[in-house]
């Protein structure tokens, strides 16, 4: 399908947040801030996000909204495998 590599970037503190990960896509695109995570289960990948608020049951609410979505069944397919291989 395509070809990517990772650019990992790995922090040295007791935080929960380890590394930031950018994805580059056939040598022609990159994508920025993807973050490994060490959760209660374990270290998980997060997908690049940003903060907004939106209006929800008339109230304004503060969130985050995922700024990269893998879509469709080939899609989660393909979003599984970059996670798992940004974590080996």
């Known amino acids: 399908m395509f070809n990517y590599s ?3 970037r790995k922090l040295q503190s007791n935080s929960s947040l380890k590394a930031f990960v950018t994805l580059i896509i056939d040598d022609v695109m990159s994508i920025e801030g993807f973050k490994v995570v060490n959760g209660r289960n374990g270290l998980f990948v997060s997908v690049p996000s ?12 503060t969130k985050y909204f995922d700024d990269v979505r893998f879509l469709g069944d080939n899609g989660i397919e393909v ?3 970059i996670k798992n291989a940004i974590l080996d």
């Not at 940003?50 to 609410?61: A, L, N, P, Y």
């Open 6 to 8: 990772f650019n990992i």
């Open 79 to 81: 979003g599984t495998e």
């Open 50 to 61: 940003h903060k907004g608020t939106v209006r929800e049951d008339g109230e304004e609410v």
